[in-house]
């Protein structure tokens, strides 16, 4: 595992951040199922909040100087079952609501939750996750039907200053619609229901 990594220096300071950071990601252990899937997660995790672009799996490991070697492992990450995707989400939901309770924005005792939609044409029929998505527009050049992906996020609201034009939003969880199963619900609502708690 040791050759997977390139020799990294930091300025001290940064060593506290990176520490904090360390601290606020370990209630999520218990979705792993083994530590090195953990470590993995956390590797991950860092790269996304430094890549420089969007590049997918090649830009995670730019961002953090790793091997070419370490592609294959993210790879491979990405698709283990030892990381149970549902008790993370879970875990990062609780994470958020224990590290910001005191900024969380709240209506009626209850905390904001902003939930936003976009679907992204797809040209392959063969691609996982590829629907027929109905396109809302005014515009009459635009096709009724598309081929895409929908993906829907959902947010928690936190303010930072005394004024509530400056709240940002943290990601509470992100999916991809799969359609609505024989119960007629979608697949990812039962995800949602877990941040309204």
């Known amino acids: 595992m040791n050759r997977l990594f390139f020799p990294l220096t930091f300025p001290r300071r940064s060593h506290l951040l990176w520490l904090a950071w360390l601290r606020a990601l370990q209630p999520l252990r218990p979705a792993c199922s083994r530590t090195t899937t953990f ?100 515009c009459n050049a635009k096709a009724s039907f598309i081929m895409g992906h929908s993906l829907q996020a959902v947010a928690l609201l936190v303010q930072v200053a005394a004024s509530a034009w400056l709240s940002p939003w943290l990601p509470a969880f992100t999916r991809a619609w799969f359609g609505a199963p024989a119960t007629g619900a979608p697949c990812w609502i039962n995800s949602a229901a877990c941040c309204s708690d």
Not at 67 to 77: G, I, N, Q, T, V
Not at 103 to 125: H, M, T
């Open 39 to 138: 470590l993995w997660l956390v590797l991950v995790l860092a790269a996304l909040c430094l890549r420089p672009d969007l590049a997918g799996v090649t830009s995670l490991v730019r961002s953090l100087g790793l091997s070419d070697a370490s592609y294959y492992c993210l790879l491979h990450f990405f698709h283990s079952p030892a990381l149970n995707l549902d008790r993370l989400t879970q875990l990062w939901r609780q994470a958020l609501q224990h590290l910001f309770r005191r900024c969380l924005v709240q209506v009626n005792g209850r905390p904001v939750v902003l939930v936003d939609g976009l679907k992204r044409p797809k040209e392959g029929r063969k691609m996982p996750a590829v629907k027929s998505l109905h396109q809302e527009s005014r």
